[in-house]
């Protein structure tokens, strides 16, 4: 698929993406927000919300598009016929959505035939938007205008601020507790803001040097991974492409570093 098909992909999911992050914002109410349920475990939570932005994009997208996947957080998978599938994180960062926490996003990614094509992510509590297309680049818009993103070159080790998160599950949380405390001393610091798509675009911003996390869904990683990508960094797994088990991405330039520490950690 051209370059071009990836475009007009890519207007369709910001139209749709920047539609879902407003009914968020209306419907959101002042405090805390009430949990409807929860999915892994105790702190694994998914609201009322969750389930009516997936809605909409859900609705949008295939009534411009019926023939393509539909792959999304809250709801069953929808296998297409077109070549093309969609992979919807209605809300990545629901905790912090339900705390008031002013960093959870809208994120929509778009496949072709396996291979990630375009990616959008909105923050929804500051409007911020990323979008990307592959072999096209990545970018930050501001209005309608695109400011193009080129990753900087990480810092050294001792330097280095990583963004990262943990695990949903208790026993895996525990043993990165372990890991972590092995990790900390090698680095200058950790950030841990809660949306691995917000995580992934600031990343590309060069707000920070290096990012891993293990848990991860194709949603939550999908369209921000590609526009880390886009922006010149290496996105991967501990042993081939990034998986629930591990994504982890920096600059080429001292990826192998940052990746060997995560490893010898015990990640």
């Known amino acids: ?4 098909a990836g475009e007009e ?9 920047l539609e879902a992050a407003e009914l968020v914002r209306s419907t959101r109410p002042v ?3 009430d949990v409807a349920a929860t999915k892994s475990s105790p702190t694994d939570v998914v609201t009322e919300i969750d389930k009516a932005c997936e809605r909409l994009i859900r609705d949008r997208l295939l009534a411009e598009r019926p ?5 999304g957080e809250e709801s069953d998978e929808l296998v297409g016929s ?3 599938d969609w992979i919807v994180d209605p809300i990545d960062g629901t905790v912090n959505f339900i705390h008031g926490i002013p960093a959870y996003a809208v994120s929509i990614g778009v496949r072709h035939d396996g291979r990630m094509l375009a990616g ?8 911020e938007e990323w979008g990307a297309v592959l072999g096209s680049g990545a970018w930050r818009y501001v209005g309608d205008d695109r400011v193009v993103l080129l990753a900087p070159e990480a810092a050294p080790l001792a330097r280095a601020v990583v963004a990262s998160g943990f695990h949903y599950v208790r026993e895996i949380r525990a043993k990165q507790a372990a890991a972590m405390a092995a990790f900390l001393p090698q680095v200058a610091d950790i950030r841990r803001t809660g949306s691995a798509a917000l995580n992934l675009c600031a990343l590309a911003e060069g707000q920070f040097d290096m990012y891993f996390e ?8 999908a369209a921000g991974g590609l526009v880390a990508t886009e922006s010149g960094l290496v996105v991967t797994g501990l042993d081939g492409e990034p998986d629930e088990r591990m994504v982890m991405a920096a600059h080429p330039a001292m990826a192998e570093e940052y990746f060997a520490l ?3 950690c015990g990640f």
């Open 31 to 33: 405090g805390r927000v």
């Open 67 to 71: 023939h393509d996947g539909f792959m």
């Open 262 to 264: 995560v490893r010898a």
């Open 120 to 127: 959008y992510v909105v923050n929804i509590a500051t409007g």
């Open 9 to 17: 992909l890519l207007d369709l999911a910001r139209t749709v993406g």
């Open 214 to 221: 293990e848990g991860l869904h194709l949603w939550d990683q």
């Open 1 to 4: 698929m051209s370059a071009a």
């Open 82 to 84: 077109s070549g093309v």
